[in-house]
């Protein structure tokens, strides 16, 4: 992108009660100074209505013709164009923050200091969606390691292909161990934590945790600690503060990173940005909320900064951090915050304390 040039955004908002998140904090960049044009492709029940199809293409020209997606969330209608954002775009790598900001309802007793970044492969393993009924598999003659008997006796049933590739696995260490670089020199621990099941499937997440450990020769900068994932998922509860980035297969990705976010103070909170080689979308970890849909209450948090990484990756350096740095007034003063965390304010009540520290 070059620098100073107008930034195209295609904004999609998710059902439910997603749009009442983003709404206000379209509202709250409209304040800053940012050359940027908003465009809004017509998904869901919109694209079925103008094109007759959940995913039209004209939607996905608007997509292309951008230089980024902000997403809200989606439960179904808009997930057609979340597959293109991720799949047909290549964003392999997933990255979650949770960083625990004085205010936010964190469970643990002292979250001081947790400052952990996941980043989840967002395009392989179970995520392939390839499944079917076991029968299928009956030519291949596989025999079941544990049950030590062919497939096939096993009986009636379905199956789910996990499949890690060398170069899928490579390219999202890669990036992981980039990062924690990129964090090292802004004062981060220059720790990078990989974890996979590599006891019980050796062979395909053992080649997620041997990529790590070949790759960590090319950055003597960055400490790599490997662990199985059960084990991790009790350090991520009771050792917090230690970790810093956090590398995981696609599905324990979703999963923990969803753990992080409830370390730090909730779902609400968990904002994300998905990365590949030349396509970069923004969209909040959560789900639409369906449970609070039209109250206005829906904590925004997770889509305002997800806005924020976005504009730090359009350029938009410094409108970045004032964002964020805005967020963090509003939850260390206490008083405008969302039912989730403790507060009785609505969701435009929060987003307007935050344009105000603007
Ligand atoms: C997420 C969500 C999605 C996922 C769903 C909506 C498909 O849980 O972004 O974490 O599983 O990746
Ligand atoms: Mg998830």
Redesign the pocket.
């Known amino acids: 992108m070059a620098p100073g040039a107008t930034r195209r955004v295609a904004v999609i908002e998710g059902e439910d009660a997603a749009p009442e998140a983003m709404r206000p904090t379209l509202e709250l960049l409209s304040r800053l100074p940012l050359d940027i044009e908003w465009v809004w492709p017509k998904v869901g029940d919109a694209g079925l209505e103008a094109h007759g199809s959940l995913f039209p293409d004209e939607a996905r020209r608007v997509i292309d013709e951008a230089d980024t997606t902000l997403f809200g969330?989606?439960s179904g209608k808009s997930?057609p164009a979340?597959m293109y954002l991720r799949w047909g775009k290549g964003t392999y790598a997933?990255v979650r923050p949770a960083r625990w900001m004085p205010g936010c309802k964190s469970p643990l007793a002292d979250p001081r200091g947790i400052d952990l970044v996941v980043v989840r492969e967002n395009l392989e393993d179970l995520?392939l969606g390839i499944e079917g009924d076991s029968s299928d598999l009956d030519s291949l003659d596989l025999q079941s390691r544990t049950a030590r008997r062919p497939l096939r006796e096993l009986g009636p049933g379905k199956y789910a292909l996990k499949l890690i590739t060398e170069a899928g696995s490579e390219r999202v260490i890669r990036f992981a161990f980039e990062l924690a670089r990129k964090r090292k020199a802004a004062g981060g621990r220059g720790h990078l934590t990989c974890s996979s099941k590599y006891n019980m499937l050796p062979v395909s997440d053992g080649l997620f945790r041997q990529t790590a450990e070949r790759l960590a020769p090319e950055y003597p900068d960055i400490d790599l600690d490997v662990y199985i994932v059960d084990d991790f998922a009790q350090r991520m509860v009771t050792r917090t503060q230690e970790l810093d980035v956090v590398v995981l297969p696609n599905l324990y990705g979703?999963i923990l990173?969803?753990l992080a976010a409830g370390i730090v103070g909730g779902l609400g909170l968990a904002a994300?940005g998905c990365y590949g080689d030349d396509y970069a979308y923004f969209?909040s970890?959560h789900?639409t909320a369906p449970d609070i849909a039209g109250r206005n209450i829906i904590n925004p948090t997770a889509t305002i900064l997800s806005a924020a990484m976005m504009l730090e990756h359009l350029g938009f350096t410094e409108e970045s951090a004032r964002i964020e740095t805005a967020v963090e007034q509003v939850y260390a003063e206490g008083k405008q915050l969302t039912p989730d965390q403790g507060g009785t304010s609505h969701t435009t009540d929060f987003c307007a304390a935050v344009g105000d520290r603007l």
């Open positions: 969330s989606t997930a979340l997933n995520y979703d990173s969803d994300s969209e970890a789900g």
